[in-house]
Nanobody, 121 residues
């Protein structure tokens, strides 16, 4: 069974940084679209970033406008892990962050349990 386990969340002051990790088992992350989503209290789940396959080793990456230039997605094939480096954090980034996996962008069939990110002003 495919499992995705997020870690790295916590409490940080505005302007700080965090790195989230998504460790996958039962699925090779380099062969799938691997996405990050977030959900704030009372709001819908929203797309943050995704990395998917390409002819190169790093894959293609995409970002929501709200995080572009601040957040960076990457993967470590040897560790079968996807990362989300979050810089210049804002209180508006406060949410539960979820890792997702699927055969292509928008076709996610597995989700992690989520990790809480709280940014204080």
């Amino acid at each position: 069974q495919v499992q995705l386990v997020e870690s790295g969340g916590g409490l940080v002051q505005a302007g700080g940084s965090l790195r989230l990790s998504c460790a996958a088992s039962g699925r090779t992350v380099s062969s799938y679209a691997m996405g990050w989503f977030r959900q704030a209290p009372g709001k819908e789940r929203e797309f943050v970033s995704v990395i998917t396959w390409s002819v190169g080793s790093d894959g293609n990456t995409y970002y929501a406008d709200s995080v572009k230039g601040r957040f960076f997605i990457s993967r470590d094939d040897a560790k079968n892990t996807v990362y989300l480096q979050m810089n210049s954090l804002k209180p508006e980034d406060t949410a539960v962050y979820y890792c997702a996996s699927g055969p292509s962008i928008g076709k996610y069939d597995y989700w992690g349990q989520g990790t809480q990110v709280t940014v204080s002003s």
